[in-house]
């Protein structure tokens, strides 16, 4: 059974402009989310998904809003269900440090919902968002509960700690071409078809701003591997066509 979930958007404050605005506007409130597209609640029973469906909260989202603020209560799981978020921190002296990316179907705002804690991070909306907020309660409830959900969280609880590991030492790096070799190694993802590539790519502008260099430096080390054939662009995502050049050179070798 595809079990669904009604999305109770609110219109526009404006009046739509004509017919076809209005017809949108509907539309927009009538979306429907099918909530076993969500990898976190896929292997929930028909029954356990019934239970939470009408426990959902939805929200919009405009380009380079703040989804999420650090420092603010964590009541609620979040989930990105179209477009793409950026974690970032503020340091001391104003400037944000992007920590990662998030693509539909990922989960955030884990940490501050099971530690009852603050928010540890701000998340900032790179493109228009749909975000569902799941309670608390609910979700200590599933965390609790469910053995799918919760094998799923632990996994991602050591990815999340690997990946940080990783994001860490990439920081540590002195030589600015490498640090960006680096990124892009450990962003790569293998396709079902066995390519490497890196999805959803960000703009030079935000892998810049996540590993502490300049656009422009990004902008010369990602035309330096096409122009060796190690990689290649396709719409919001890289190719990496030699996988193994790129490890190295993000080795130093």
């Given amino acids: 059974m595809e079990t669904t979930a009604e999305m109770p958007l609110n219109p526009p404050s404006a009046a739509p402009?004509?017919?076809?605005?209005k017809e949108a506007t509907q539309q927009q409130v009538n979306i429907q989310v099918h909530l076993r597209k969500i990898p976190l609640l896929a292997n929930l029973t028909d029954e356990e998904l019934l239970n939470i469906k009408g426990e959902f909260r939805f929200k919009q989202y405009a380009r380079r809003d703040i989804v999420l603020q650090k420092g603010g209560n964590g009541?609620?799981?979040?989930?990105?269900?179209?477009g793409q978020l950026q974690v970032i921190d503020i340091t001391e002296d104003g400037r944000a440090i992007g920590l990662r990316m998030l693509a539909p179907g990922d989960f955030f705002g884990e940490i501050a919902v099971i530690n009852q804690a603050k928010r540890s991070a701000?998340?900032?909306?790179?493109?228009p968002v749909l975000i569902a907020l799941l309670p608390r309660a609910?979700?200590?409830?599933l965390f609790s509960h469910s053995p799918s959900v919760a094998n799923h969280m632990l996994r991602h609880l050591a990815e999340k700690i690997q990946r940080d590991s990783e994001f860490r030492a990439l920081l540590s790096i002195h030589n600015t071409s490498k640090r960006i070799y680096t990124f892009l190694d450990i962003s790569k993802q293998t396709t079902p078809d066995n390519q490497a590539t890196v999805e959803n790519l960000p703009t030079h502008q935000d892998i810049a701003n996540m590993i502490n260099?300049?656009?422009e430096t990004v902008t010369r080390a990602i035309?330096?591997?096409?122009q060796q054939g190690i990689v290649k662009k396709d719409s919001n995502r890289l190719i990496i066509t030699n996988p193994e050049a790129l490890h190295k050179l993000a080795q130093g070798t």
């Fill in 138 to 141: 609910v979700a200590l409830h």
């Fill in 122 to 127: 701000s998340v900032v909306a790179l493109t």
């Fill in 75 to 82: 009541d609620s799981l979040m989930f990105l269900l179209s």
């Fill in 223 to 226: 035309l330096l591997l096409v």
């Fill in 17 to 21: 402009a004509n017919a076809e605005d």
């Fill in 213 to 215: 260099t300049s656009r």
